[in-house]
């Protein structure tokens, strides 16, 4: 964990008196897991700062910090650079991070916002984003404890020196007719991705849906949910690091630990099997193709036509309260999706396509607060998720499974 910025000021507060004078001192740090913040300033009752870019090449909006000693106060946190505040505003949290909601964009604009912080709290965290860190996954697991469909392993270790987790879920034993790969956080601030890839694994874990039997009995799966173990944890923007992301790493010699150990075990482990890779990411900050779910459409025609086909059947079975429609998939060649994108690399996904066996590679960008006017949060992130679970079941069962054998 890397040591944040601390800002302490005495609050100009005069006419309360010396005994407030005396506990007013405001304190502003990111130093914990996932903190990222450059305070540059506080004036009054202004806190002046902007998103730590770090190793990223231009500008990226992922904040995360707590201000402690600020009961009874009301700040405003203005921003310095750009607008890295999202369409619902902050996520807040009053707990040390266990739960979070949107503070709501009547808190302020894109630059700003303000919080009124109760009497009693001396502790608030605020992000641009509701975080998902390791203890997050700890935690999924825990829950999980001593399901025999769950069997977590270790792929690698980080350029840092940290494990990075992985789990086989569903049917490991006794030959799966089918295997799939499940990635998310090849950049690290994407922090909604990963809610929803709890929700698909857990369906196949309690397999309580007919849709979820089926995948336990049936489908391997391989998740790895922070390929970029270090930036996660670290509080990295990871989205165009330099001199490449960990979305960029699929091609020649790779850079990262994480991507070297997913070229090379993901092969042999799924072999002839190995029918579908899934990889979950996070887009811009808002406006056309930054508040609708959809899929990047691939530049290869055949894995387009299966992308448009799982799009049909998801919308057909997406019953949670975030929306999906096929028709928001991005094809390639429109809007950001082009060719001169990836000249800095490969993606998981185009790598995924290149897998002999593969029938569908494709990747999902989940928004991170507003979703076709729908709110994200870790739940309806999570129901998405079970609605991907019962898409896939379709699809490989159904539509280009066993009935085609």
């Known amino acids: 964990m890397r040591t944040g910025v601390r800002w302490i000021l005495a609050a100009w507060l005069l006419a309360a008196g010396p005994a407030l004078l005396a506990g007013a001192e405001v304190r502003v740090d990111c130093d914990f897991p996932g903190g990222n913040v450059v305070v540059e300033g506080i004036d009054g009752d202004v806190v002046r700062l902007r998103p730590d870019l770090r190793d990223t090449a231009g500008w ?77 996954w700890e935690r999924f697991l825990a829950s999980h ?89 670290r509080g990295d923007q990871g989205k165009n690091r330099r001199p490449r992301d960990h979305n960029r790493d699929y091609v020649g010699e790779s850079l990262y630990p994480e991507t070297a150990a997913l070229r090379e075990l993901v092969p042999k482990w799924g072999g002839d099997k190995l029918h579908v890779t899934i990889d979950l990411h996070c887009p811009w900050i808002r406006g056309k193709h930054n508040e609708e779910i959809y899929m990047v459409g691939s530049p290869n025609p055949r894995i387009w036509a299966e992308q448009t086909r799982f799009g049909k059947i998801l919308e057909g079975v997406c019953h949670g309260p975030l929306p999906y429609r096929a028709e928001d998939n991005l094809p390639f060649g429109v809007a ?23 029938r569908l590679a494709t990747s999902f960008e989940v928004p991170y607060a507003n979703a076709r006017g729908a709110e994200v949060t870790p739940d309806s992130a999570r129901a998405f998720g079970r609605d991907v679970a019962r898409a896939l079941c379709r699809y490989l069962r159904d539509e280009g499974g066993e009935k085609e054998r």
């Open 145 to 233: 404890r001593g399901n025999p469909r769950l069997h977590p392993d270790v792929l690698c270790k980080s350029r840092g020196g940290r494990p990075v987790q992985c789990a086989y879920v569903g049917k490991p034993d006794g030959g799966p007719q089918h295997r799939v790969l499940l990635t998310a956080r090849h950049h690290a601030c994407e922090s909604l991705a990963s809610f929803a890839v709890e929700g698909l694994l857990a369906t196949v874990l309690d397999a309580e849906t007919q849709e979820g039997r089926w995948l336990a009995e049936n489908v391997e799966l391989l998740v790895v949910p922070f390929v970029d173990k270090d930036g996660v944890e």
């Open 336 to 358: 950001w999706n082009q060719g001169n994108n990836f000249e800095q690399g490969k993606s998981c996904s185009r790598w995924g396509s290149e897998q002999p066996s593969v």
């Open 60 to 136: 990226w909006f992922y904040w995360y910090y707590r201000v402690r000693e600020a009961g009874g106060r009301t700040l405003q946190f203005r921003f310095t650079d750009r607008g890295p505040v999202g369409v619902r505003g902050p996520a807040v949290s009053c707990d040390g991070g266990a739960t979070w909601r949107w503070l709501g964009a009547k808190s302020g604009d894109s630059r700003s916002f303000t919080y009124r912080f109760a009497p009693e709290q001396n502790d608030v965290r605020f992000c641009f984003t509701i975080p998902y860190l390791q203890a997050d």
